[in-house]
């Protein structure tokens, strides 16, 4: 992931979790004992990072959150970042890192800042500071805030040295967010609503679900300007197209829910999403031609941020909305290929990409001194994106989980949520 190619016929040695050696077949002195795996014929490529995750909260139980993180593993994710934390998360987090659950490596931000939880700015100050001495990594934003508070948490943050991410609110807008430079923006609405020209204050109830309501009145001519300007500030972008077009897409529910991944979800969850999508689909506001419209728009702004060169991140928001965690992101791959971005492009969104945004040079990439987070192929991810399903294993951390383990573990999962 240096650069786009392929390197054939490569020898990769592991020991302690990282990779210690990465040569041509043959130049690699193989310790005795070492586990032997063939990679003959396939495609070895860094673990994937799942960028707008949300790991189940304390209420649902331990074995909840555990099945989840395997769900995530068992798909290739070696990283996820909790996009609405709970005090149960960070041990979570430190049980994954000493390798006792298979997971990702966790990143998790606090309970989230949003209109309830911060109404004024000395409450954001010092929920700031309780997060961070409670250890989290990042903070949460919510929409409901106001501009007062979320300039109270800006200062506060940047005060004590902790990022903060997600939604942008009404009240404070797109150029505030950036000129605070927000680590990430999270679902695209905010760009839907400065398109459409809505300033601070804006009747909320006018938008719709993310920016749906506004697409009438959206000028087209400003995403350049908007995407150079997210790029200068260094701010990136979690888009989630898979969340948002699993509400408004052509699929019906009895498609989606025949999907094969859908029978690790309960039952009830997956009923839930039908009445969702079927309540969405069967309002007066919903027409197909707006739909396809809002679609394509938020494709569009994929396209244009990437070409301005602001930072983009794998993100599907699972386990929401037909989004089952680690298998939808398959889906949020493909639908950024119909945006336009080509396969390299994409695997870096989900590979070196996430490492940039949290600083560290430990993964992301396969080269030596690297932790051994990898994604074994039985086809080439390069020539079709699509290809990244097709799994032969996983490196976590070291790690090896083969396709046979996995599946086992998949079907055990099948019996808990499905009886």
């Given at each position: 992931?240096?650069?786009?190619?392929?390197?054939?016929?490569?020898?990769?040695?592991?020991?302690?979790?990282?990779?210690?050696?990465?040569?041509?077949?043959?130049?690699?002195?193989?310790?005795?004992?070492?586990?032997?795996?063939?990679?003959?014929?396939?495609?070895?490529?860094?673990?994937?990072?799942?960028?707008?995750?949300?790991?189940?909260?304390?209420?649902?139980?331990?074995?909840?959150?555990?099945?989840?993180?395997?769900?995530?593993?068992?798909?290739?994710?070696?990283?996820?970042?909790?996009?609405?934390?709970?005090?149960?998360?960070?041990?979570?987090?430190?049980?994954?890192?000493?390798?006792?659950?298979?997971?990702?490596?966790?990143?998790?931000?606090?309970?989230?800042?949003?209109?309830?939880?911060?109404?004024?700015?000395?409450?954001?100050?010092?929920?700031?500071?309780?997060?961070?001495?409670?250890?989290?990594?990042?903070?949460?934003?919510?929409?409901?805030?106001?501009?007062?508070?979320?300039?109270?948490?800006?200062?506060?943050?940047?005060?004590?040295?902790?990022?903060?991410?997600?939604?942008?609110?009404?009240?404070?807008?797109?150029?505030?967010?950036?000129?605070?430079?927000?680590?990430?923006?999270?679902?695209?609405?905010?760009?839907?609503?400065?398109?459409?020209?809505?300033?601070?204050?804006?009747?909320?109830?006018?938008?719709?679900?993310?920016?749906?309501?506004?697409?009438?009145?959206?000028?087209?001519?400003?995403?350049?300007?908007?995407?150079?300007?997210?790029?200068?500030?260094?701010?990136?972008?979690?888009?989630?197209?898979?969340?948002?077009?699993?509400?408004?897409?052509?699929?019906?529910?009895?498609?989606?829910?025949a999907r094969p991944e859908i029978r690790y979800m309960p039952q009830r969850t997956v009923e839930g999403w039908v009445r969702r999508k079927e309540m969405t689909q069967s309002s007066p506001s919903f027409s197909r031609e707006k739909a396809d419209e809002y679609i394509a728009l938020r494709r569009e702004l994929v396209r244009a941020l990437h070409e301005a060169g602001a930072g983009i991140l794998l993100a599907s928001d699972a386990p929401q909305l037909w989004n089952v965690p680690g298998f939808s992101l398959q889906h949020e791959m493909?639908?950024?290929?119909?945006?336009?971005?080509?396969?390299?492009?994409?695997?870096?969104?989900?590979?070196?990409?996430?490492?940039?945004?949290?600083?560290?040079?430990?993964?992301?990439?396969?080269?030596?001194?690297?932790?051994?987070?990898?994604?074994?192929?039985?086809?080439?991810?390069?020539?079709?994106?699509?290809?990244?399903?097709?799994?032969?294993?996983?490196?976590?951390?070291?790690?090896?989980?083969?396709?046979?383990?996995?599946?086992?573990?998949?079907?055990?999962?099948?019996?808990?949520?499905?009886?």
């Amino acid at each position: 992931m240096d650069r786009e190619r392929r390197l054939a016929g490569h020898t990769v040695l592991i020991e302690d979790g990282r990779i210690t050696a990465l040569a041509r077949q043959g130049r690699v002195a193989i310790p005795e004992g070492a586990t032997l795996i063939d990679g003959t014929g396939r495609y070895l490529i860094p673990g994937l990072a799942e960028m707008h995750a949300h790991i189940p909260s304390s209420r649902e139980g331990v074995e909840a959150m555990e099945r989840v993180l395997f769900l995530y593993a068992a798909n290739g994710v070696t990283t996820a970042r909790g996009m609405l934390g709970d005090p149960a998360h960070l041990e979570l987090r430190a049980r994954a890192a000493r390798g006792e659950i298979i997971s990702p490596r966790i990143y998790t931000s606090g309970p989230s800042f949003n209109g309830n939880s911060t109404p004024d700015p000395e409450t954001a100050r010092a929920l700031v500071v309780s997060q961070l001495e409670a250890g989290y990594d990042f903070l949460k934003l919510h929409p409901g805030l106001s501009r007062e508070v979320f300039d109270a948490i800006v200062e506060a943050a940047d005060e004590v040295g902790i990022p903060f991410a997600g939604h942008v609110s009404a009240d404070v807008g797109l150029d505030p967010t950036l000129a605070a430079r927000q680590a990430s923006i999270d679902h695209l609405n905010a760009y839907i609503e400065a398109l459409a020209g809505f300033g601070d204050g804006f009747d909320t109830q006018d938008a719709g679900f993310f920016g749906y309501g506004m697409i009438d009145d959206v000028d087209y001519d400003l995403i350049p300007e908007l995407a150079r300007r997210t790029a200068e500030a260094g701010v990136w972008n979690a888009p989630t197209l898979s969340f948002i077009e699993h509400i408004y897409d052509a699929f019906s529910p009895a498609e989606m829910a025949a999907r094969p991944e859908i029978r690790y979800m309960p039952q009830r969850t997956v009923e839930g999403w039908v009445r969702r999508k079927e309540m969405t689909q069967s309002s007066p506001s919903f027409s197909r031609e707006k739909a396809d419209e809002y679609i394509a728009l938020r494709r569009e702004l994929v396209r244009a941020l990437h070409e301005a060169g602001a930072g983009i991140l794998l993100a599907s928001d699972a386990p929401q909305l037909w989004n089952v965690p680690g298998f939808s992101l398959q889906h949020e791959m493909r639908l950024m290929a119909e945006a336009g971005l080509t396969p390299y492009q994409i695997l870096e969104t989900g590979t070196k990409n996430p490492a940039r945004y949290f600083g560290t040079d430990e993964w992301g990439m396969i080269r030596e001194g690297a932790i051994a987070d990898l994604v074994l192929l039985e086809a080439d991810p390069l020539a079709d994106i699509a290809n990244t399903a097709q799994l032969a294993g996983v490196v976590l951390r070291g790690r090896w989980l083969s396709k046979e383990e996995i599946e086992a573990r998949l079907e055990g999962i099948v019996s808990e949520v499905r009886g």
